[in-house]
């Protein structure tokens, strides 16, 4: 397993923007499908952005859609998530994960596609 580190979160009024950056400590994440989740405080961590191993196929909840953009890296070994617009639901611990190249099984959006996962960096919207 890779460890992942993310970085870039913190505190913006409603509206603001953020970039959140995850990078792997150690092994290459550019042969492996990334996701971007988040869970709050007594709620299940749910999907929010994913994108294939090769940047050409991106996955988006219908929350983030239209207001983040998750992309890679030139050498696709660090996934950024652009968030745009942003709102005070989206206050979250923002999670990225690593997950197969390819999978016959479990879409970019499914969590089960993933096997590390980073620590989490925290997103506080204020209204």
């Known amino acids: 397993q890779v460890q992942l580190v993310e970085s870039g979160g913190g505190l913006v009024q409603a509206g603001g923007s953020l970039r959140l950056t995850c990078a792997p400590s150690?092994?290459?994440?550019?042969?492996?499908?990334m996701g971007w989740f988040r869970q709050a405080p007594g709620k299940e961590r749910d999907f929010v952005a994913a994108?294939?191993?090769?940047?050409?196929?991106?996955s988006y909840s219908d929350s983030a859609k239209g207001r983040f953009t998750i992309s890679r890296g030139n050498a696709k070994n660090t996934v950024y998530l652009q968030m745009n617009s942003l709102k005070p639901e989206d206050t979250s611990r923002y999670y990225c994960?690593?997950?197969?190249?390819?999978?016959?099984?479990?879409?970019?959006?499914?969590?089960?596609?993933?096997?590390?996962w980073g620590q989490g960096t925290q997103v506080t919207v204020s209204s």
């Open positions: 994960a690593a997950g197969s190249y390819y999978s016959t099984t479990y879409s970019l959006s499914q969590q089960e596609r993933y096997s590390s």
């Open positions: 994108i294939s191993w090769d940047g050409t196929t991106t």
């Open positions: 150690g092994l290459s994440v550019a042969s492996l499908a």
